[in-house]
């Protein structure tokens, strides 16, 4: 089983991104912890965390409205 992100832009289309893959959840989300921050700033506004073919989970890297 590999683990990657796919990475979307504010309207939802896919964007490029660094291609990493991870032998587990835990590694990617350490990673994703460690580099969303330049993301964001690439424009990246939400990720999706994949194993295989199968979407985990997705998440927003945009900042909460207080």
Known sequence: ?????R???ADGT??????????S????????GQ????LAA???TSVALVEDDRVEYRM????TAE
């Open 14 to 23: 896919a964007l490029d991104g660094p291609v990493e893959s991870f032998g």
């Open 35 to 38: 580099t969303w921050r330049e």
């Open 42 to 44: 690439s424009g990246v």
């Open 7 to 9: 990475y979307e832009g």
């Open 60 to 63: 927003s890297l945009l900042p």
């Open 25 to 32: 959840q835990a590694d990617a989300e350490s990673w994703i």
């Open 1 to 5: 089983m590999a683990w990657s992100w």
